[in-house]
């Protein structure tokens, strides 16, 4: 965390925007007020929208949705930016500035897709510059177009965790490695999330007819997808890790983690 954030504020000086990713399914456990301490602009990349029930959520001016996999991403990311940009641009350009360019850094906690989104950035015809030995950076800078400069390694953030649903959320859209939780809690937790939130998508995911608890929704599950130990038990382990996979990546229906 301390080398994180030496990183940054070195980084920081140089920095015209700040490329927020977050993931789309829950925008406000990944946003972190602490870069707002730099005050420089951010753009918020609600990333992996691919994922996420676009519909229930209501963007702020700087966010915008975004994924990685699309295929068009590059252009549609740098126009954005670009967009984005402009109001500075003109401005400076104004001011007799020929070629205003700008540095960009990306930020955002683990596994949200800050490297996928670099590398969407990088292309395959960018130049590495060398940094210049003045900014100290442990990074190369790469240059995207004629004015936009991307540095190469992207600032990583901690999640701030005050409850157990944050800590289930923030597992269920991978920033937390579910090793490191009792998969049992974090599944169930989903499965009332989308009882609640996704009961016709999920009924119709898993063909049941009427609502079950969870510990019959897992026995249903086992059974209709024959995970059975050798003692023709339930295996409850490898239904309840079939579930988790089926949630993360998002099998069952695009979803919103923080729809009320
Ligand atoms: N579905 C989907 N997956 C994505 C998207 N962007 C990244 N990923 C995946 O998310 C995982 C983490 O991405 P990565 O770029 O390594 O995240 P980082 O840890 O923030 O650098 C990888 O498996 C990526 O393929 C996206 O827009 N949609
Ligand atoms: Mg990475």
Redesign the pocket.
Known sequence: MKKTIEQLSIAMKKIDLILH?VDARSINLCSDNWILKFNKPILKIC?????CDQKTIKLKENEVF?????HN?RKKLIDTINKFLNKKRNLLIKQGLKNPFFYLVVV????????????LLKGTKSIITKDQPATTLKTNIVKINNYLFLLDT?G?LFSKINDCQTLYKLALI?VIKHELLPLNEVTEFAYNFYLKNYYQQLKKFYCFNKTLSFASFITFLAKKRKYFLVNNKIDHNRTIKAFYGDLIN?KICLVNYEKK
């Open positions: 990713v990333n992996k929208a691919d994922l975004f994924n990685c996999k699309n991403g955002g906690l683990p596994n949200v897709g800050k490297s996928s989104l670099i590398n992207p990583v991978n998002g």
